[in-house]
């Protein structure tokens, strides 16, 4: 941290070579010291949730840790990358239960079919055209000639149009051509024999167990999960609050001191400066769950100066690693006399702008 000598030294640098000269500092020029520090806590979180797992078929869990009673129990050492995150699937000990499935043979009887294979069909459907109705105008698919359709039939030429030789009685042009007189057509699942392969066995009647997936076996056991995830936290911190020029100053030409622990709290504070660890110890608190941490982050000590001869302009000063640079800014008292004045001219300009139309 700059003493006060060296920050009233580069003022008075700054105040020559903007050409200021004539400016003399007085000895009661007001300088404080603010803590910037930015970076980010990565901290690594833990969950464990247990589950009831079932597997059909045999499974090898001999390369699975074993815990007890009580998985929150179960030590696990911090992990050595925070940033990392991994899932750890354990046994709970005396859980596993690996045995023959009650079906015996992994198969049992189709349910769709009752294990016959086959499932009933329907040998023939009603013509999509004729709909079974008079498909024949002499026989009405009947294949015996009837007076009364051929009296029908006389009665115009219309009634023949689309029509083809019956199949059943040979009648020419009287049939319908969608089922050549026969009122229906041969199913084509079935071919005609009125029964049709089970679509779900195949015909062979029986199908997988679906409890044992057609394994014959189950195994069933308590799964203990640990999950560890990366929780990033940015810290932005400055004591009091500063405006952004003081910020943009420190970022462009300060000399950050950089702090990178990996461990507890109590590290930090052996590491760094005790202002740093203590201005930090609120974003230190630790987690529920957090088994893991890696802080990076830096620092830096600016000063805040202001000219009694001068209170509408404020000065930074910020160590480099060229020596201190200063910027100048407006007050905080100045900024807002000048954001009333644009205020100001702005409604004046819409009043006018009003009075004019």
Known sequence: MLSDEDVLAAVRRSLQERGETGRVLPEEADISHHLLIEGKILRSMETRTEEERFHQGSIDLSDRPVYGSDLHAYRIPPPEDPASGTTLRLVRRGSVDDRSCDCGNGVVACERCKGSGELPCAPAKACGECRGIAACLWCDGTGRRSRQTHSRLNTGQQAREGRVTCGTCGTANAACAGCRGRGGTTCARCGGSGSRA????????????????????????????????????????????????????????????????????????????????????????????????????????????????????????????????????????????????????????????????
């Open 198 to 357: 089970c679509p779900d066995c195949d015909r062979t009647g029986t199908v997988p167990h679906r409890r044992c997936g057609g394994t014959a076996r189950t195994v069933t056991w308590t799964e203990g999960v640990v999950t560890r995830s990366p929780l990033v936290v940015k810290v932005t911190f400055s004591s009091p609050e500063l405006p952004y020029g003081a910020w943009r100053s420190a970022r462009d030409h300060g000399a950050w001191t950089g702090v990178r622990v990996v461990g507890p709290r109590s590290s930090l504070a052996r590491d760094t400066a005790g202002d740093v660890a203590a201005a930090l110890e609120p974003w230190l608190v630790r987690h529920d769950g957090e088994v893991g941490r890696r802080v990076d982050l830096r620092h830096l000590s600016l000063a805040r100066v202001t000219l009694a001869p001068d209170p509408h302009r404020v000065f930074f000063v910020v160590p480099g690693h060229d020596g201190p640079h200063v910027a100048a800014w407006p007050s905080v008292n100045r900024i807002r006399l000048i954001a009333a004045v644009a205020l100001a001219a702005l409604v004046t300009l819409v009043v006018v702008s009003r009075l004019l139309v």
